[in-house]
């Protein structure tokens, strides 16, 4: 057997004793010099760090994206020419729930891929649905509010759930989504993951197509009742991560087929839905996708808090040939992902070995708390310099973006908003047991509800189609007022 090294304290000083600490006498008390003593205690008091406000339970992998298609007259993105193999890390999660929530609870899945590409990290932060349940993210933090506990009895509320849906009719997709069977899947490998958002491509010649991104479970969409989920949480509350965890560890690796679908600029000034609208898909009769690769899952970190805990996505983070579009939500989330890890990480979050891109990082950022590389050293920390510090260089500059001209306002987001019909073309995709199944699980969740707040919503379902109105009507046992439904 090999030595086993010396223990040290932090400072790596050799520890003489790590079972008794210093003490005046055998019965005490301690002496303030016990330094180690210190700490240990002090550094167990800092040990977490603040949990994500929304996607607090994860489970992640790593992997590697293989691009097998060609859309290169698309995209001049290194990480999508054909042959490309790009190491990537996916973080699967819940949204409401907070860090020991169980695993199998009805909730959207994140879907949130960190690809570690030559030209620096992309970011794909999804769902494992196609929409959103707004898509004003000034209504994002209301609408979250509603996901968690209360302030006066610290339980969640379906009353405030519903209050908020019900007032929200862009939420109808969404809500049909979470509450059919896909909306409680048996793991995470049966989920297919969305970029949800509209991206856009650009070509080496400048030119530009919008995207949006689509990831196809190759295990099978899977999913438990919620009978099932009940008895499943009661006995194992890590069941995704361990479904997830053993496959990898037995050499089953899940993968998923990659396909995008494209849009031009023309398509897009004729669509008749807002095609940057979160709460809507592209359907795929009129946008087919193409089918670009595989991405595959074959190794399980070695260490939860550094490479899970610590592993921070934004959408803020695109390479040469892929990039935004006018999605105010996806706007909003540039913002707001990079500002959640300054403060929930760190404000050099980036230079931590999970999320440090494996190219060169050559800029002027400088400092900050935990600095823990060498801070650029003595290089230059301005430009423009005539120290031969790093430069822009244009030809990784965007072209510019066409928008008609308009009036800066807070204009309506649900001004000649259909929000009733995808919902319906989802509706009408399910047989006669999957329509059941939702009729059931909506019902369920209505315990509680007051009796307008309920009726409200059903004149939302009755709209998308009387079925879903009157099915979840009879589930719960009451009667769908006429009104409601006008
Ligand atoms: P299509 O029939 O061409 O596409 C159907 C899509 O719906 C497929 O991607 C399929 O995913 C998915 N789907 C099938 N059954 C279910 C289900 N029970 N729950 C959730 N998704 C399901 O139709 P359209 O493109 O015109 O879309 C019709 C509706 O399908 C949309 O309103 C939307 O709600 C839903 N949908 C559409 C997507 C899109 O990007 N167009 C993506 C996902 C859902 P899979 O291939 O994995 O079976």
Redesign the pocket.
Known sequence: MSKRPTLTTTAGNPVGDNQNSITAGPRGPLLLQDYQLIEKLAHQNRERIPERVVHAKGSAAFGTLKITGDISNYTKAKALQPGAETECLLRFSTVAGERGAADAERDVRGFAIKFYTDEGNWDLVGNN???FFVRDPYKFPDFIRTQKRMAKTNMRSNTAMWDFWSLSPESL?QV??LF???GLPKGFRNV?G?GSHTYSFINSEGGRVWC?F?F??QQG?EFWTNAEAAEIVGNDRESSQRDLFEAIESGDNPRWTVQV?IMTEEQAKNCPFNPFDLTK?????D?P?IEIGVLELNRNPNNYFAEVEQASFSPSNVVPGISWSPDKMLQARIFSYGDAHRYRVGTNYEALPVNKPRCPVNNYIRDGQMRFDDNGGDAVIYEPNSFDGPLEDAQYKEPPLEFDAGTADRHNHRDGNDDYG??R??FE??DDA?KSRLYQNLAAAKDGVPENIVQRQLGHFYKVHPDYGQGVAKALGVELQREAAE
Do not use: C
């Open positions: 649905t196609p929409v997709h049909t989504i059919s069977d896909r297919n969305y949006k689509h196809k479970t969409h679908q898909v592209w359907p795929h009769g946008y996708v995808q919902p073309a989802l995709l399910f999957q």
